[in-house]
T-cell receptor, first 114, second 115 residues
């Protein structure tokens, strides 16, 4: 168990809908990262938040947004869902923004868009 | 190190053999590299990391080698065990210290260990 908690584990929704994925980082970790894992694109970095502020952005679609709350949990919002958004979404956390070290990944949320 | 998806390289070994998994990374500016292991239904799990000022680092049963000249990374697993069966990813970071968890992952290699 990495200590990173993601909910829900599975999510099935229809095209055009909006969903929210939740991540609780390890206790004490200030950085939260979101990744998407799909069969055709592999693991792709989406966005990084540090202590409530956005720090880095990857190839995140405009239909996707994220935020990190004062209690450090983070949410990834996916809207106007398309079939191609079906993927595993992972959250990872690490201690400090400027600390070189491992990022701990959660178990992921499997999103299926039908 | 670019993720190209779908057709992952595979490596099959016998229990007790040594395994070598290779990775070509894409960005010469990358200065931090990590190997992750992902088992079915789980998130990536950190194995070992290496900074660009090193060419070798050893952990427990694992060694990472970095060749910056040819932008190549390898993971050596000694005395491979069935529990090592998983998909292995190399990942690179070039965020210059601002975002160490912002990683570019390779496509992955499927390692299967036969008892």
């Amino acid at each position: 168990d990495s200590g990173v908690t993601q909910t829900p584990k599975h999510l099935i929704t229809a095209t055009g809908q909006r969903v929210t994925l939740r991540c609780s980082p390890r206790s004490g970790d200030l950085s939260v990262y979101w990744y998407q894992q799909s069969l055709d694109q592999g693991l792709q970095f989406l966005i990084h938040y540090y202590n409530g502020e956005e720090r880095a952005k990857g190839n995140i679609l405009e239909r996707f947004s994220a935020q990190q709350f004062p209690d450090l949990h983070s949410e990834l919002n996916l809207s106007s869902l398309e079939l191609g958004d079906s993927a595993l979404y992972f959250c990872a956390s690490s201690v400090l923004q400027g600390e070189q070290g491992e990022a701990f990944f959660g178990q992921g949320t499997r999103l299926t868009v039908v | 190190g670019e993720s190209v998806g779908l057709h992952l390289p595979t490596l099959s070994v016998q229990e007790g053999d040594n395994s070598i998994i290779n990775c070509a990374y894409s960005n010469s500016a990358s200065d931090y590299f990590i190997w992750y292991k992902q088992e079915s239904g789980k998130g990536p799990q950190f194995i070992i990391d290496i900074r660009s000022n090193m060419d070798k680092r050893q952990g427990q049963r694992v060694t990472v080698l970095l060749n910056k000249t040819v932008k190549h990374l390898s993971l050596q697993i000694a005395a491979t065990q069935p529990g090592d069966s998983a998909v292995y990813f190399c990942a690179e970071n070039n965020a210059g210290g601002t975002s160490y968890g912002k990683l570019t992952f390779g496509q992955g290699t499927i390692l299967t260990v036969h008892p």
